[in-house]
């Protein structure tokens, strides 16, 4: 049996908040994710080498970075091609200068690499600029460039679309994927977005109070039992507890203690009168004003709007269905049906959106 | 006469600031970037001269450098006679510029984010290349304001210059010194004349450091 290519094994105690981690892994992407608070920017610290002093265990791609019994190499020989959140992009030197600083004397090797992160991220028609001359989807171009031209043997990308707005997040979530699938590099990538953990990831590790609470294919991850009191925290998914009333076809028909009845499929034969935690994410709920006719999705329910409140990338509905429900629409739709508190509205909810979480 | 006096006094101005410029920058550093437990105490122990009667800093200066003070059997020894020197002028100078470096440093090199040092630190770079090429270009502004403040403190400096290196002209006489054994002689015209030339000299530094300053304002 050999060793798995990446492990993180650190235990480090600061005031009031203790970081125990051991972590090992052999897929190529892997997903650090958690609230903000849960470690994650500490144990990137650890990876990169600036807490010197902390025993730790450190091995990405089959190297070893750190071993509490052996010097630990310092955080400029490890070669970790470091993007870290909003850029910090140098400020003095031009987009060219700040892409070259990893490699100043590199020859031929040092200009090919340059060349290919001009490429890889479309950069050459930037590269005379100075950096404040950037918007904030080019200075984190640049910002993965400087990390690819530096000649990394890994990637670490912190938050790399946290500070940017929907629409440039878009512009610059090609990059990123393409960055991963045309580089043959380990990754790690930290995230407090589900969505992107889910897209980006084979795997996902999940923080939460410095400790590591689930690891496994982000798309099953995010839903794990470990996780739910965490997407409660970011304040993304509907949990409904609920008893089964009857079973048939397949499919159980429950009832919530809010008196909310739903459908949802049932693989497992299920007993009346049994409990369940449900999970339903906020964007797979649609919303109808008008009743909608003849509909596969098994579930249509009457509800009232609470209040609406705009977020980044949308509208979150807050409904009251029997039990108070978040739903997540685009601007676009909430202004078209006119969704405002009081308007009486139908939630379409697909059987298979609902997740049994236990 | 008027002339050598300038000549002088731009020596020991530029003397003085370079001795003083090195140790203040890297305390300048130290104090911005770390934290440890007598840092009050270095910070309060920095500010003295500047705080002293510059009078109080000659007489100290005096001790230390004279050959009947406590390190006195070493410059005997090294055959040193700085006491009565322009280098005991440059040196008073230094001592008397070095705080206000040390604060501009320590202000300048606060502001630089940490957080470029690091990304430099992940992209190969070591410590010195991450100070010369990251640290230093970024507190530029503040630095080289310390420096001109420590230079017109230096072309200004008289109390404990004049304990420490007298007034001897042609050596040690510097503007303010001039100006002074000029009103003691009653020569007004002549100290008035100084005056001026230290006016210009003045105003020539800080005019000029303002508009360098003002045209490598880096980009916000």
Not at chain 1, 36 to 65: C, D, F
Not at chain 1, 96 to 112: H, K, L, Q, T, Y
Not at chain 1, 285 to 311: F, T
Request: charged letters at 20%; proline letters at 7%; aromatic letters at 4%.
């Amino acid at each position: 049996m050999s060793e798995p290519a990446h492990r993180i094994a650190v235990r480090l105690a600061r005031a009031g908040f203790t970081l125990d981690v051991d972590v090992a892994w052999n897929e190529r992407v892997a997903v650090l994710f958690g609230p903000s608070g849960s470690g994650k920017s500490t144990l990137l610290e650890v990876v990169l080498g600036l807490h010197p002093r902390v025993h730790a265990t450190v091995r990405i791609g089959g190297r070893t970075l750190a071993d509490p019994h052996a010097t630990a190499l310092p955080a400029d020989r490890r070669d970790l091609g470091w993007v870290p959140q909003e850029s910090a992009l140098f400020p003095h030197l031009s987009v060219e200068a700040n892409i070259r600083f990893g490699s100043p004397r590199a020859g031929a090797a040092g200009a090919a690499r340059l060349a290919q992160a001009l490429a890889v991220l479309e950069l050459e028609p930037l590269r005379a600029r100075r950096t404040s001359e950037l918007s904030g989807g080019e200075r984190q171009r640049v910002a993965i460039a400087r990390a690819l031209a530096s000649g990394p043997r890994a990637l670490l990308l912190d938050e790399p679309l946290a500070s940017l707005d929907l629409p440039l997040r878009a512009r610059v979530l090609p990059y990123l994927l393409r960055v991963r699938d045309e580089l043959d590099l380990p990754i790690l990538y930290i995230t407090h977005d589900p969505d992107e953990a889910i897209l980006v990831g084979e795997l996902a590790i999940v923080l939460d109070g410095g400790r590591v609470v689930a690891t496994g294919p982000p798309r099953e991850v995010l839903w794990s039992r470990a996780v739910l009191p965490l997407s409660e925290a970011l304040g993304l998914e509907n949990v409904l507890e609920a008893r089964v009333r009857s079973v048939a076809d397949g499919a159980a028909r429950v009832e919530t203690p809010g008196g909310l009845v739903l459908s949802l499929p049932t693989p497992a034969a299920l007993a009346p009168g049994s409990a369940l935690r449900l999970g339903l994410r906020a964007q797979d709920i649609l919303i109808a004003v008008d009743p909608p006719g003849r509909i596969s999705a098994r579930n249509v329910i009457p509800a009232v709007v609470r209040s609406c409140e705009a977020v980044g990338d949308g509208v979150l509905v807050h409904v009251d269905a029997g039990e108070k429900l978040v739903a997540k629409v685009t601007a676009g739709a909430a202004r078209e049906l006119g969704l405002a508190a009081g308007t009486n509205v139908h939630l379409v909810i697909k059987a298979q959106a609902l997740r049994r979480l236990a | 006469m008027t002339g050598e006096i300038v000549w002088i006094t731009l020596q020991v101005g530029a003397a003085a600031t370079l001795l003083a410029a090195p140790p203040a920058i890297a305390l300048g550093y130290v104090l911005a970037r770390r934290e440890f437990r007598a840092k009050p105490w270095v910070q309060a122990g920095v500010a003295l001269p500047m705080v002293l009667p510059p009078v109080a800093v000659g007489l100290g200066l005096l001790l230390l450098l004279g050959h009947r003070g406590p390190l006195g059997p070493l410059w005997r020894a090294l055959d040193v006679q700085l006491v009565f020197t322009r280098a005991a002028a440059v040196l008073a100078a230094a001592v008397v510029g070095f705080p206000l470096l040390v604060r501009a440093c320590e202000q300048a090199f606060a502001e630089v984010d940490p957080r470029l040092e690091r990304v430099a630190r992940s992209l190969g770079a070591g410590a010195a290349r991450v100070f010369f090429r990251v640290t230093l270009p970024l507190a530029s502004r503040g630095v080289l304001y310390g420096v001109v403040l420590a230079f017109t403190r230096a072309l200004g400096e008289f109390g404990a210059t004049a304990i420490v290196a007298g007034i001897l002209p042609g050596r040690t006489e510097t503007l303010a010194l001039g100006i002074y054994a000029r009103i003691q002689l009653g020569d007004d015209r002549e100290a008035l004349i100084l005056c001026a030339a230290s006016f210009a000299l003045a105003l020539g530094a800080m005019l000029g450091a303002e508009i360098f300053l003002r045209r490598r304002t880096s980009p916000p």
